[in-house]
C-alpha cells in the first residue's frame, strides 16, 4: 500500500485551506483526546481525516499517524500539517486491511462506515479505542448501533459549544452546532 501523492487540487468554493464538511472544533478534540488517552508508541487513525486537526493532535502523543479520506484536498491538507503522517486517499474498506493494527481510531467521517467499520474492528487491538465525532443524529444513532453489535459501545456524549461575542456593550453567547460523541472500547 502506497500512500497517494499531493494532488494539486482547488477547493472550489470554499477559502483557501478550508476543507468542505463540517470542521472539528477545537474544544471538541480536547474532549475527543481525552477519551482517547493516546499513549506513546501507539497506532493512530484518523478515520475522514478531513483538515487533520484531529491527527495534529494526535501526534502530540505518538508519531504513528495513519488517516484515511475520500477527498483529495483533504489528504493534501493532513499531509501538509503533519508530514510523518501516512495518509492515505480512498474508500476505507479498501484501505484499512493493508494497514497495521490499530490501537486508537478517530471517526470523523461516516461515508461507507457501515462497509469500513467490521474491517476496522478485525484491525483493532484489543483494548483500543474509537471515538466518533458527527454532527447529525442520525449518523450517530448509526454509529451508535455499529459499535453495539461488536459489544464495544461505552457511552455517547453530546458537545455543545457556545462563543461570545459583542453585542450592545455587552457580551452574548452564540452557538456552535453540537456534536454527538459515540465512545467504543473493543
Keep these: 500500500m502506497k500512500p497517494s501523492g499531493q494532488p494539486s487540487v482547488k477547493l472550489s468554493g470554499n477559502p483557501p485551506g478550508k476543507i468542505p464538511g463540517t470542521s472539528t472544533q477545537p474544544e471538541n478534540i480536547a474532549i475527543a483526546m481525552g477519551k482517547l488517552s493516546i499513549d506513546q508508541g501507539m497506532v493512530f487513525l484518523d ?95 448509526l454509529v451508535t448501533g455499529l459499535m453495539k453489535e461488536r459489544g464495544i459501545f461505552e457511552e455517547i456524549i453530546q458537545v455543545q459549544i457556545s462563543r461570545g461575542y459583542d453585542l450592545a456593550g455587552d457580551i452574548a453567547l452564540r452557538p456552535v452546532n453540537p456534536i454527538f460523541m459515540v465512545v467504543g472500547r473493543c
Design 47 to 141: 478515520l475522514g481525516c478531513g483538515s487533520g486537526a484531529i491527527s495534529l493532535a494526535a501526534s502530540r502523543y505518538t508519531d504513528k499517524i495513519y488517516g484515511i479520506d475520500s477527498r483529495p484536498q483533504a489528504v493534501e491538507a493532513s499531509k501538509a500539517l503533519i508530514p510523518v503522517g501516512n495518509f492515505f486517499l480512498g474508500d476505507a474498506s479498501e484501505i484499512l486491511p493493508e494497514m497495521p493494527k490499530i490501537d486508537r481510531c478517530f471517526i470523523g467521517g461516516t461515508r461507507g462506515i457501515e462497509g469500513s467499520f467490521p474491517i476496522l474492528i478485525e484491525k483493532a487491538r484489543p483494548g483500543c479505542v474509537v471515538v466518533a465525532n458527527l454532527a447529525r443524529i442520525g449518523a450517530a444513532s
